[in-house]
């Protein structure tokens, strides 16, 4: 299978880009170096080519219920204009994907955005549910024409407002307008996947030069700062810190409880996770601080004093903190913040302790408390 | 783009330079730290171990990658630069200088001639 590439592929090139693959594209991993381009989104503002990530259109008199069927969160809740982070399970509670669901402000009708390499996937699952439900619906694979770009960090709003037609700081979070950049027509939403304010932009894939080149005096940014940065922030990436296949879990045990209505009738997954709710999940996630040398990688084994408590699903060194920060899955008694566990590199076993998963105020003063620790719903797409 | 290749050491392969006089130091290339992006963590062996020639020493992290670090030749670690422990990003500014490993008493002085010189390694980088 050959790698896909993203219109802008010869851009980043020309701006002398690394590559990746991710989920079947052929990425920008880094321009500048990760910790520059981290830098920027921290301290004032970087653009990042996600044209990778699926979208999905859902239409028709049946739209709200279908998508109600096939995700955990009220979907009959959104207004015109709203976007709200989501989960997409199987029959047993586990989540296939992540995905943030968008209202249209001016049309009866969704966009979705799986992650990259689940577009065609989920195509797929909610025409075949949609089917099997009789549901009035078309649904549209739209990731090969729409374009996707973000454009994070305290400056975005400023940054996007001196092209924009319309005022995007009068867009609240989680919401979307539709207006024009430059000439080019765009679906702006307030969402992100950084830990900081900005924007994601849709647009027609053959105008993305135009868009792009717009901001080209914005720091362009990677795949390898995307992820420092989501992960600093306690966001979860897709088919790492949980997968069908390679690291099932559910919602309860991913703590993204805050994303399932239980209330509604029913949707894929629902007993399922009743059922984990009643005895309570046996893993739960966790927020890890290394306080010894070294960097936490995905894999790696977690104990306390000899046992084995899990393992680590995403670390990295952190730029912002310049700390070795980790998410991983424990024993759900030995969750709990402050717990002193040890993580297990080439062999040996440094000392950690579990903290909110919010690195950037568990670690970073930033103000954070406990009981706001966890996702929350401030951030949007994932990779 | 074209790294410096200093052409007062000897290169192995994998990218490690040797000094060839006193003192005998280690580090990694300029093309080596370019191609792991920012170095974020260097773990190095202890003052007295003894490293052998092809055989790792060390480790090297970026946000991205892990590297082994081998060593270019066989001998007894007498020091070890405790910067790279707090500043890390040495090895990326100054690959040939601020930036080296550790320095060794080598078992042979001969086993330079095995290792590549600067025309053959910038060869290979190029």
Redesign the interface.
Known sequence: MSLRTPPLHQVHRDAGAEFTDFGGWEMP??YA???TEHAAVRESVGIFDVSHMGEVEVRGPDATAVMDHLTTNAVADLEPGDAQYSCILNDDGVIIDDTVIYRYPDEDAYLFVPNAGHGTQMTDRWSTHAASLDADVTVENRTEDLGLVAIQGPDAIETVDAHAQDSIADVGRFSTIRTTIGDVECLVARTGYTGEDGVEVFFDADRSRELWGTFDDVQPCGL?ARD?LRLEAGLLLSGQDFDPETEPRTPLEAKLGFVVDESKDDFVGKDALARQAETGPEELLVGIHLNG???P?NGYELYRDDEHLGHVTSG??S?TLSE?IALGYVDADHASTGTEIAVEV?GRRIPATIVGQRFLDSLGGNGGDEASDGNDATDGTDD | MSFDVPSDRRYLESHEWTTTDDPIRIGISAFAQDELGDVVFVELPDVGESIAAGETFGVVESIKAVSDLYAPISGEVTAVNEDLFNAPELVNEDPYGEGWMIEIDPDDDAAFEDLLSADEYREQIE
């Open positions: 991993v880094s170096g990760i910790s390898g420092t040398r070294g960097v990688r990295t060194m730029p070795p080439r």
